[in-house]
């Protein structure tokens, strides 16, 4: 099987999405103490479960760690991981976040790129990366790419929405591939297969955006994250006020002293359409006042569990560490069928690397 590691791991959407895609988890890395117990409970059950080192990974040895995981004669396929992207926020206004320490952890995740030595690598990143503040960044990971021999592919924006997932959330991807891994056959990135109305009249095998309906369906009796915020009287009253499947902070009523100079985020307290992909999940996901996220017609909040499923966790995928703690993780993980589509993807150049590293050990053996 197809070893695959996931650094920056939260509470295990990339790795979930690599289990899915066939992958055996090998090891996962990740700081955040809620985030790790949701890791272990839900992806570290059984015998060949991944190791869970929780720390500063700055502070880590690759080397070390590599040993500690992998036997004599093993590898790393696949390495994943999401660096936190609250430095690349486009959130930051003017130049904050260009020297926002944890920027610096795209170069920490490099570290494990050349211990690990995986036939592919895979990144994830909000597409603030991109703006030109944050380029002497992000040309040291390019350059340190080059040097480590992997062919790193130009950073890739993609849509969850464009592939399947009943959301808007574009996200940066950049691939590597370790030199001497063919490419042949690889289109990177894949070809989008859902579109919006205009975008099918050019290509008819699109399918139509995926609406976030099924989000709001019944959750078990016994589902511990099918909570949502509890919320004063004024406030349930502005959510009666807001149109259904839609609406806005204007259409609620809702008038603070703040809205008198500046009349922007009118998404804040808006319902979310469920006929449309829902707005991006972000880490304030539970929180009306943070965007567009309150329930399509109750008078209150989405709960954790929608949540999960507009990123398309199962309804069996827990979240520890209370309310808000999952709404954070819920928020920063990748969507698991996004990923599982994108390592699908790229497992046949995988396998490929995989046999030819057989083959050429045989040939040493041999000699």
Known sequence: MLNCADLFAGAGGFSLAAKLAGFRLRLAIENNRSAIATYRRNLCCGEDGPSVFDGDISKMSPDVIFDEIFAAGETCDLLLGGPPCQGFSTHRINNAGVADHRNDLIHTYFEFVRSFK???FLMENV???LWPRHAEALNR???EGAKAGYEVYEPVVADARDYGVPQRRKR???LGLRKGVSAEGLEWPPRPTYGSEVARRTDPDLLPWRSCAHAFAPAP???INDVHMKHGQELIEAFRNTPANGGSRKASGRLLECHKDHDGHNDVYGRIDPAQPAPTMTTACIN????R???PQLHHGITVRQAARIQTFPDDYVFMGGLMAAGQQVGNAVPVEFGRLLIQHLRPTIERARAGA???SDLSRAA
């Open 118 to 120: 995986p036939a592919v």
């Open 127 to 129: 597409p603030g990366m």
């Open 141 to 143: 990971f390019y350059l």
């Open 172 to 174: 940066v991807f950049i």
């Open 221 to 223: 009796l016994d589902d």
């Open 288 to 291: 009306p006042s943070k965007g």
């Open 293 to 295: 996220f309150v329930h």
């Open 358 to 360: 057989i083959a050429t």
